[in-house]
């Protein structure tokens, strides 16, 4: 390790390149997770926030709660929650919005006693509100009243959280038949329909199982690429060194002293590399509008950092590989005779 | 250490024909011939690079390429120095350093062995700030740094003017002298060969020895 550290400390000018261009692999990657997780949180957040383990939706819905439509029956003992797109009017202006209606007194509660027509608003829906406004659906007229604000997004866009009192009211007063998207409960109650766990529901909300996909793909490429750029810089630095290595092995010195000094090189670079990356991202987190999805999940970057630290070890059994077939013969004085 | 009838084929041309070599502890032996006759095949025998399609390398009464590979790589690192037509040191390790690298004991002070070869004000400086000479002289250092038994130079003066390939060749024979090991040196140039206890010709693959 001795010798790997006195070659970085002293060929600075090549490690320091070495370590940007790494630098700047791992960072694209941790960038994009954070993108990604950014774009995850403002899909699904409102879902996420939800802490059921199954759903029960309409086996016509395709696992998407807003075409999901259950009739309401007697049985009161099962819990249940209604999800609709708005358009609501704010000062005369239109806005899209979701209506996320839960239990009153349950664990998934919008975590405020409401009274009936009130509702808790994300505060990406408009700077202007504030509590006590006045929103009206533009479809049905219906007035709903805006009693705090808490956040949650839903396929890319602003939720509004109410009781399923304030729903059932709302569809009374749109004359519509009394219905609910999903019924909430232990998988061992739901023996038919459409039952589904709540990652199930995320990865159901229109566009975001190909978001997601998307960003993977990038990812993996990434690290694809960001591994054979570190293996190939290492190869050819260790090409480099053959005369000396070769002098070395024939002198006696055990390969893997050499081996070492490489492998320590390598995880020394990516390890600062991702560590770095990450610090950075927090930073790109901190200063960025808030209006951008991006969100650093410490879990994903590390994850996908420690991919990239796995993947360089064994990209460097390359240049390991090449030190072994070392000819030290070859080295000193080219063909025997 | 002694070479018994050692032959060697390369290219399907022998190389080296029933070859005996002896050289005993505190000689100097310079080997000469032209090029690919085989000299630097029996260097590579003699410092455990190459094993021979015949023969036997006895040390010790021992013949050493019945030893596993890394037995033979311990060998060359403890019994064996090398000097080479270039010195090979590594670009990013001072001069001192060079020497702790491979020094594995510590019957060898490897400041004061720089020292005694004239390198004192030049121990923690990298290779590039050396003069040629300086170079060899550390590669020679190096060589010496685990005290071994044998010590095979190959074209140490190559590269060195006149007057510093003398030093160098000066420096191995005294090791030879003073310490008692046995040098072989591989040299082209004539006007070397004074210091060697013994001159050697290699031609066809035999070796002969050169009267004086």
Known sequence: MKLGWKEMSRQKRKFSMLFVITFLIVMLTTLITGLADGLAYDNGSALHELNASTYRLDPDSEGQLTRSFIDVTADTSTETMS????????DGKKEEVTLFALPSASNIDPGTNLETGEVLFDPSLSEQLETGDILIDFASNYRFTMAGETPGRYSHGPVMYTTNETWFDYLNHSEQRPYVSAE???????????VMSQQDLIESVPGYSAEQSTFTMMRAFLLVIGTFILTAFFY????QKLP????????????RIIGRALLFQVIVIVTTAVVTSIGVTYVVDALIPSSLPFLVDF????LFGSMFIFLSVLGALLPLWKLRQVDAIEIIGGKAS | MRLSHVSHQFDGHLVLNDIELHVSPGECVAIV???GSGKSTLLYILGLLRKPDQGAFMMDGRDVFELDEEQRRLLRLLEVGFVF???HLIPYLTVLEQLELIQETEEVDAKQRLTDLGLGHRLHHLPTTLSGGEKQRVAVARALINSPRLILADEPTASLDYENGRRVMELLADEAHRAGRSVVVITHDERMLDVCDRVLRILDGALTEVNN
């Open chain 1, 83 to 90: 999800v609709r797109p708005l358009t609501v009017t704010i």
């Open chain 1, 184 to 194: 909430i409960g232990s998988e061992s109650m739901m023996s038919d329909s459409l």
């Open chain 1, 236 to 239: 050819l630095f260790t090409l």
């Open chain 1, 244 to 255: 000396e290595l070769g002098i070395l092995k024939a002198i006696g010195l055990a390969p």
């Open chain 1, 299 to 302: 879990g994903h970057v590390a």
């Open chain 2, 33 to 35: 011939g032209p090029s």
């Open chain 2, 85 to 87: 037509q270039q010195a």
